[in-house]
């Protein structure tokens, strides 16, 4: 392998990753601020994600909908799924005061419920995608060539991004949630409903969920299987620090990225396992992840 | 809270198990001693989860790759060079326990959601290699292993291999139950409820944590082994974090911490993946619903039902 060709491949692994990676990054940050307040780390998101996809192609394939209603009752689905999840099922596993296993056992219940469902309907029979509102003409950046529809979901997420980081700095609502994830008691001293805030959070991952599961499905065939996708998405999670916003979002371009990069140089056989030597590698170094506070010792 | 109380009762069920154990190979069919054979298996397998989760508190989710290096260590030896299989098994207890030692070592340097995605990760990186190292585990193709060998005997059928699998069991449950109730059992205890307390009382945390995934990983392995006295094919596509999270919810659903809830557990969880197969369709609705119920209504498991003590006490 030459130096022209290794920087070729440079290129363009770290332009394909940083749009694969953005897709990750919005499910890494949707793990996150369920996590943050809620202290559930959520095995259902990639189920809650897939679902967002299904209901979107349901409405497309069998209802003949137009594109912007499907997508649009695709998100509003999915967060009411995710809200009635949190305020049916893990209030009452956190009232009966469920640690940590117990609920992690709950939204594995739950992602099993959604792809038994998912597999009921038949759409998941044949991996199909979603029609893609952009063309994917190639567009050749540097040395690097991605599509139209590449440029368009890494802007998407990116635009997500910064919707979500306005809405937590500049609403009242975001505000809230802020203060529930620094301290949940403190913010139920000053007023905040904590059911009500928590059941917001859940239903804001559905719309996260839903968008990334629009953005990524005209790109890659989607199947009942695809919930795989957020195990990347909680290993960015794990390196950004997993109680890190910005740590969800730069540990999801480090996936893809590092994802793209072993699929180039060394096999796209190794692509499956990158992730989480990755994940290995960073906690080593860095047990609480890049961005992740102090670590917390149990005291007695 | 009388001690004998429960003693007895235990006294009683193990009775009742062993006499049903004892029955069964005189009239049950094969498929029904095939199933009997995989819950005893899922029974060590829970046992060595229960060591590391519930007796020490380490939430580790790596418990299937432990599994399936007992059963290609144990399988591939059996196939090559047909010793007596105690010490096939034995082999595929050492090396995951070694490999348990390493992993042991992480969970010195991360806790709770880290350890269990490491772990995870682990687990998933363990499931590649038994996919892509074709030249040992023949990959996706899965691997036929040849029965299972001991004094010229030749182990062809569920029902020969029967009363070793028992027996094994049953070894491991009263090493289980020797452990918890050893010096060990409560350094473990110990470190579950407050590392800095145990380390004050004198406990070397460290290798208490190690150990723990070491006896763990050897318990995994050793299921491993057991599995290969009747099975005869191994597929590494049943070796990934389903079979983690089946083992999971053994213990959990059975009672975390507890021995019983972990082996009642294993008996019910076992039999309704079982069941379930039947009704593949419904299969993934029913169990994620049996799942969310019983940790919407019962979070400290069956155990807690029958002792009743779960119910004051603090988690």
Redo the contacts between chains.
Sequence with gaps: MSISDIWLFIQQGVLSGLVTGSVYALLAVAIVMV?KTTDV?NFSQGEIFMSAGYVALFLLVVWNWPYWAAALLAIVVTALLAALFQHV?MQ??TA???????????T??????????V??TGLGDTPRSLPSLVPQDPITIGQAVLTLLDLAILGAAVVVMLLLWLMFTHTRTGQAMRAVGMNSRGAQIVGIQLSSIRMQVWALAGVVSAISALLITPKILITPDIGHLA?LA??AA?IGG?SSLPGAVVGGFIIGIVENLVGLFISS?AI??A???A??VV??AR???LFGGK?Q???? | MSRAATFSSDRVMLALLALVLAVLPFGASGYVLYVVNLLMVFAVLALGMHLVIGETGQFALSHAAFFGIGIYTTGLINNHWQPPFVLSILAGAVLAAAVGWVIGLLALRMRDIYLALATFAFGEAMQWVFLNWESVTNGSNGMRMRPAAIGGLQLVSDLQAYPFVVVIAAFMLWLTVAIARSRLGSAFRAVRESDVAAMAMGVNTRGVKIFAFVLSAAFAGVAGGMYTLFASFIHPESLGFQTTVLVLTMVVVGGLGSVRGAVAGAIIFGLVSELLRQAPSYQEIIYGGILMLFMMFLPKGLASMFTGRAKGEKS
């Design positions: 996590f780390p099922v009452r596993v009966s005061r469920g640690a940590g296993v117990q609920m992690v056992i709950a594995l219940g739950f992602a099993y419920v959604l792809k038994g469902l597999r009921k195990i909680f290993a794990i997993f056989n499956v396992v992730p989480f030597m994940i290995m906690l080593l047990p609480q992840g670590l010792v149990k005291k007695v």
